[in-house]
């Protein structure tokens, strides 16, 4: 998930950024000191007319000019391109801490390889933004040790208005795609490790909501099942689901979320007015459905603003490829997202 902060102090600089370099004085036509210094000052002088010697300077022909003191003075502070930072050791702290928080919740495979596709969704986030020169924090992701998955993912942290539309839909879709992947891929590995049993109406379990992909994984793995059996997910076929769910949750088309991104991307300014009815129109199932699961992230979006904040020049064109690239990721929703992700039985 990327964040940008919509008041950073980088902003400041964007144009200077955008243009290669940061503005400058141009000293070679500032005038030196020493001859402002040594300019005749206004007041009654003698004038050095021979025609009229010892004449003042007050009742000459010309106007008096007026002078002021001035010095150069050397800048005392500009932008510089930032420093190099050291190790990222609070990155570096809760990312340890997330491998534990998953692996307490699901075991050291479900874990190696839920880190694994939340690391390929940053990296594609954070090396695009390198690729293009926009300032991005490193991933921080977000331990949880709890069920049912032991973390609420990661974010990015990049100062607003940086970059243009193109580079902002390269960051933002780059993350999905790269998480898709191996979350699919762990989705069907781990179906065919995975069991079907018959399900014990008395023994308490906690089941899932089946995204239409990953219910077609299910087809493909064990065909129609047997009336009163289930399939006991294999650890690597959670990890999976989860990918391909998180994902999905990142592609909704508002505020900060991936999908916002893409989503002002490829409509700009005309995207508010949507975002804004999709969030409403969410607040509302939340309380008419009475999934209340979801009020956090309401409100979370509510409080970032569902509006995207404009990039640095949205007059960039995408081209024909990545807006179809970009309406096919948005309609991944459909098919990878459920609203009920949990089910308590």
């Known amino acids: 998930m990327l964040y940008e902060r919509s008041s950073s102090p980088f902003r400041s600089v964007s144009l200077a950024l955008g243009s290669g370099s940061p503005a400058t ?47 150069v003075v050397e800048p005392t502070s500009q932008w510089r391109p930032p420093q190099k930072s050291g190790f990222p050791t609070v990155p570096a702290v809760l990312y340890v801490l997330t491998w534990i928080s998953t692996s307490i919740v699901g075991g050291l495979t479900y874990s190696t390889a839920l880190l694994f596709t939340l690391t390929a969704h940053e990296l594609g986030h954070f090396l695009q933004a390198r690729r293009y020169r926009v300032r991005a924090s490193w991933p921080y992701f977000i331990p949880v040790p709890l069920p049912p998955i032991g973390t609420m993912g ?31 891929v762990f989705s069907i590995v781990g179906l065919s490790l995975s069991e079907v049993h018959v399900v014990d109406p008395r023994q308490p379990r906690l089941s899932l909501g089946e995204p239409l992909l990953f219910k077609l994984f299910v087809y493909q793995v064990f065909g129609s099942l047997p009336e009163g059996h289930d399939v006991f997910l294999h650890p690597l076929a959670f990890a999976g689901w989860v990918g391909i769910f998180i994902t999905a949750l990142n592609l909704i088309p508002v505020s900060q ?31 008419i459905f009475g999934a209340y699961q979801w009020m956090l992230l309401i409100v979370l979006v509510f409080l970032f603003g569902p509006a995207h904040p404009p990039t640095a020049n949205d007059r960039v064109p995408l081209g024909p490829t990545r807006t179809v690239l970009g309406w096919l990721s948005l309609a991944f929703v459909i098919v990878g997202f459920t609203p009920q992700p949990f089910i308590p039985n």
């Open 154 to 184: 990661a974010v990015i942290g990049m100062p607003g208005g940086l970059g243009d539309r193109r580079s902002l839909f390269d960051i933002a879709i780059t993350g999905p795609l790269a998480g898709l992947i191996p979350a699919i």
């Open 25 to 71: 004085v141009d000293q070679n036509h500032m005038a030196p000191a020493a001859a402002l210094a040594s300019a005749p000052r206004s007041g009654p002088t003698m004038s050095s007319n021979p025609q009229e010697p010892g004449r003042p300077a007050h009742e000459s022909s010309e106007p008096p000019r007026n002078y002021v003191d001035a010095e």
């Open 257 to 287: 979320l991936d999908g916002g991104h893409i989503f002002y991307a490829l409509l700009g300014p005309a995207s508010w007015p949507i975002a804004w009815a999709l969030l409403i129109a969410a607040a509302a199932a939340v309380v």
